[in-house]
């Protein structure tokens, strides 16, 4: 959204923002008109407006300030010598211009509130702007006359996709180690891990047949969600090669994961009220539950628990995916569209399933070394609803990142 040549007019009448400007400003200004015409500047030069572009968002106190306050009397005083191009960073090619004018004046501190003077000059947040825009608009004019003075470069918009897409690429890994370790703890896989507990302290293993149990199931955990993310890259990047699968892959899966968002802060909301699993919409179903249950049983008794660890871990993760794929594969649609290289793509696969099979490594570690089982599930309980909001956050930031992306 941009609106140029915008021009405010005083609202009310109050103290000036701009306390610290006198009386010789306009004196200058007007010193500045008679040096044009003195020196034989033509009218069209003399007219060349000072471009302000002000990257703003729209909810912010500070953007409230400048627009009530600050930018009526610039209006009032520079009437006629500045233009003001609005640009509200909800928009996406708002924000591709706001990145590329920070990579070109090396501004790296994200602020609120935003200026740039003839595209050559940062005025980064509020205070800044406060204290220094009528310095550097008095400069801007004053440079008009000198001998030589060229028309401002403007941005150019059609590159800045590119600056947006190599910026993003500085969270691809953060974001990849914050989602697998959340999905990880989602509640879900918290669950199964208790129940499976459980019925180890039931069994009565212990010791080197819980180590050898534990080391079997979260290998098999990680080797076959893993293999399951592999697949699901895959046909994700081989759709994402056509421009409309792409696109349509791209908004759908935001619009999902806004719906998901909303789905995970209820839960948390309805859980914290009742304490009740049942009225928790995001989890497995009762029938794969049961199966899973049933798995793990049968598990124990196979001869070898290195074995029976193995077969239950690749079993209970392909079906728990059914709920933890609520925040894998947005991840594996983030990493495509991120722009990654296979090999990078694959190691981020890699460093997300680390994160994911951490929460098992402590379980088993806790239960090898005394924990009950009691505990477990309390704790399980009591991370309901904080794991339920992360997911709901983390829900939102993969769809706005997504939508950031080309």
């Known amino acids: 959204m941009v609106q140029t040549a915008y021009q405010f007019h005083p ?6 923002l701009l306390s610290h400007a006198h009386g010789h400003d306009l004196i200058l200004l007007t010193l500045l008109l008679v040096s044009y015409a003195m020196n034989g500047h033509s009218a069209e030069q003399a007219r060349e407006s000072v471009v302000i572009d002000y990257f703003f968002e729209a909810t912010c106190k500070e953007c409230k300030l400048i627009k009530e306050g600050l930018l009526p009397q610039i209006a009032e005083r520079f009437g006629g010598f500045h233009q003001l191009n609005l640009y509200d960073i909800s928009s996406a090619t708002n924000i591709a211009r706001l990145v590329t004018c920070q990579e070109r004046l090396k501004v790296s501190k994200n602020e609120p509130v935003m ?3 003839d595209y050559s000059y940062a005025l980064n947040g509020f205070n800044e702007i406060k204290t220094g825009l009528v310095a550097r608009i008095d400069e801007c004019i004053a440079a008009r006359q000198e001998e030589g003075w060229k028309i401002p470069v403007s941005v150019e918009v059609d590159a800045a996709g590119n600056v947006v897409q190599e910026r993003m690429k500085m969270f691809t890994l953060p974001v990849i180690i914050f989602n697998g370790f959340i999905d990880g703890l989602n509640p879900c896989a918290i669950s199964t891990l208790v129940f499976f507990m459980s019925l180890l302290s039931v069994a009565k293993v212990r ?3 819980l180590l050898a149990l534990g080391i079997s199931y979260t290998v098999a955990t990680f080797v076959v969600y893993t ?10 990047r081989y759709l994402n090669a056509f421009n409309t699968a792409g696109l349509v892959i791209k908004y759908l899966m935001a619009t999902v994961l806004v719906a998901l968002a909303s ?4 839960d948390a909301y309805r859980f914290r009220i009742s304490g009740r699993a049942s009225d928790i919409t995001l989890q497995l179903p009762d029938g794969i539950k049961g199966l899973t249950h049933r798995i793990m049983k049968r598990g124990l008794s196979h001869g070898s628990l290195l074995v029976g660890g193995l077969i239950i871990g690749a079993l209970v993760t392909v079906l728990e995916s059914v709920c933890t794929g609520q925040a894998y594969l947005p991840t594996l649609v ?6 990654t290289d296979t090999s990078t793509a694959w190691t981020y696969l890699l460093i997300y399933n680390a994160m994911f099979v951490i929460p098992l490594v402590l379980a088993f570690t806790a239960t090898y070394y005394g924990t009950r089982s009691e505990k477990l599930l309390d704790w399980s309980r009591s991370n309901v609803v904080p794991a339920k909001v992360a997911l709901g956050i983390l829900f939102l930031a993969i769809a706005g990142l997504m939508l950031l992306t080309q």
Do not use: Q, T
């Open 334 to 339: 983030y990493i495509i569209k991120s722009g």
């Open 227 to 236: 293999a399951i993310g592999l697949g699901l890259l895959e046909a994700i």
């Open 207 to 209: 010791g080197s047949a």
């Open 115 to 117: 200026m740039v003077l």
């Open 11 to 16: 609202l009310v009448e109050s103290p000036s």
């Open 263 to 266: 789905i995970s802060f209820r």
